[in-house]
């Protein structure tokens, strides 16, 4: 095993790294386009760019990211080039985060009597989870009285409101519903008796009626269908929603059907947010209905939901609508093989996709491959890949690991709680040695990996600039190969996770500790991945 990891390394070290394809310095403007005109916590404090804008300042960072980092591998002309790809990361990420704290440029004729920022922001879920009394509502809610206040969205999440206090809100907020644009309404009955909440729910929803919404947050209240038809007018009224969160809070099949029969209108979404709910697969294929409607959907999290086969492949053959997705989070459900397959179909369609998260879904190595083997055609720009706890083993990691190896933007890895042995994490460290300078993190704890593949891996990943954190743990290494591996990372210890957790002994150990050096050198793995070779992509 020692001879194929020197050419292992011979080839990594042979590949020059910079300067990139004309390709690859489009892709990254691409991306960078794509992440300022997706709405998130920053677009909501300082605005959100348009489509013109966004491209014109992706062009210009990565214009004066690709000169920074080009002035600094023609200082080191005989290096890989792996420090200009850092270099090049890094300043297009701080000049990207700069241009979404800058927000939308405001033209002279829009500029009029400008309001900063915080004046359009009400917020009073700070400090601690607490009731709200009439008195207290009083005071906090005094700004709401203000004469000509230009408040766009308010939060009263972490405060419960009994009736008494929402008396007390609702004629601020009819005051100031016609200019809302985004209401959190997110755990803000906690404690209250289900007849009481349900009558400060009907009571905020009147009031809240016929406010044209964008952003819409409803998490945390343990609504069901009782709750969600206590909103019924809110949501009858909604007809620009963008953005709609109904986090952890008891959707059954009941409640899911009765949010698909209320929101008149769901064209103009694009963030969908189901998790931690009793969904199951009839609640699924009623979520399916409003994902089929929603043909601009770009985050879809439908995690923790209890959904089966049946309904997996109700919400695939419903996402397949929604070719314009960035981010799927489907964790945690029992999806099984064919809910896997059938998801395969949707995920080729998805060119944009960035972040996708399938995690503890049962997909087995069948299901493993045909998603691997869709991503490998699609999502050029995919920077998170999330398949762990989904009974994966060496015969799947040979699709995973030609997916891996074409995804030249991949920051996050995890493919935990797998059983992928030495084999299946070797595969996976060889797809990770070139072209792979913004990942960042790796999980491949708890997969039953040995010495070999564990080695293997760190021996990878310590190469890749801007690299922070590699998770083995829980696997069955050697105290041998625990001392190789914390050797490999004495100068930047950090970077590795606890290994505590690992078994030297392992189940079926088949005495390696005292045949290890031999069974590296020359047995059954090797002679399966001395001429292996992983397809990269273009």
Request: aromatic share 6%; proline share 3%.
């Amino acid at each position: 095993m020692e001879s194929g990891t020197q050419a292992f390394q011979q080839r990594s070290l042979s590949v020059k790294l910079w300067p990139p394809s004309h390709g690859t310095r489009l892709m990254l403007v691409e991306r960078m386009t794509k992440n300022l005109t997706t709405p998130s916590i920053f677009s909501r404090k300082y605005g959100l760019l348009s489509n013109e804008e966004a491209e014109e300042d992706a062009k210009k960072i990565e214009e004066l990211a690709f000169a920074a980092a080009d002035q600094h591998y023609k200082k080191e002309p005989d290096g890989d080039g792996s420090s200009a790809v850092q270099v090049y990361a890094k300043e297009s990420s701080r000049l990207m985060l700069e241009a979404i704290k800058r927000g939308p440029t405001v033209k002279d004729e829009e500029i009029g009597d400008k309001t900063s920022i915080h004046e359009t922001v009400f917020d009073i879920s700070g400090g601690c989870r607490a009731f709200i009394d009439a008195e207290e509502a009083e005071e906090i809610l005094k700004p709401l009285r203000e004469p000509g206040n230009s408040y766009t969205k308010i939060c009263f999440s972490n405060r419960s409101f009994g009736l008494d206090a929402a008396n007390v809100a609702a004629p601020l907020l009819s005051s100031v519903k016609q200019q809302l644009t985004e209401v959190d309404l997110s755990d803000f009955i906690a404690g209250r008796p289900e007849s009481e909440a349900l009558e400060v729910m009907n009571l905020f929803s009147s009031v809240l009626e016929g406010c044209q919404l964008r952003y819409l947050n409803l998490s945390n209240n343990a609504l069901g269908e009782k709750g969600v038809r206590a909103f019924g007018a809110l949501l009858k009224s909604q007809n620009n929603l963008e953005e709609l969160y109904l986090i952890n809070d008891g959707i059954s099949e009941e409640a899911a059907q009765a949010v698909s029969e209320l929101i008149p209108s769901t064209k103009k979404l694009k963030v969908l947010q189901f998790h931690n709910n009793m969904t199951g697969d009839e609640g699924a294929i009623a979520i399916s209905d409003i994902v089929k409607r929603s043909p601009a959907l770009e985050d879809f999290r439908c995690s923790s939901t209890r959904v089966g086969t049946d309904g997996g492949v109700a919400l695939a053959e419903a996402l397949k609508t929604c070719t314009r997705l960035k981010k799927l989070d489907l964790r945690d459900n029992m999806f099984g093989v064919g809910a896997g397959v059938a998801l395969s179909k949707a995920l080729s369609l998805f060119a944009g996709l960035t972040e996708v998260y399938l995690s503890y879904l049962n997909l087995e190595d069948d299901g493993a491959e045909a998603l691997a083997n869709a991503l490998k055609e699609s999502a050029p720009s995919l920077e998170v890949l999330d398949m762990a706890g989904n009974d994966i083993t060496a015969k799947g990691a040979a699709s995973l690991a030609a997916c891996i190896a074409s995804k030249q933007f991949l920051s996050k890895l995890n493919l935990a709680e797998n059983e992928l042995k030495d084999e299946g994490a070797i595969l996976i460290g060889k797809s990770l040695g070139e072209g792979h300078g913004q990942l960042n993190e790796v999980d491949m704890s708890t997969n039953a990996i040995r010495r070999a593949g564990a080695r293997l891996l760190a021996q990878v990943v310590v190469k890749i600039p801007g690299f922070k954190f590699l998770n083995i743990n829980g696997n069955f290494i050697s105290d041998e190969g625990i001392d190789e591996i914390k050797e490999l990372f004495k100068s930047s210890p950090d970077m590795l996770g606890s290994l505590e957790d690992n078994d030297p002994e392992g189940e079926d150990y088949e005495d390696e500790d005292e045949d290890e050096e031999n069974a590296e050198e020359g047995n059954e793995l090797k002679s399966k991945l001395k001429d292996l070779k992983i397809e990269q992509g273009e």
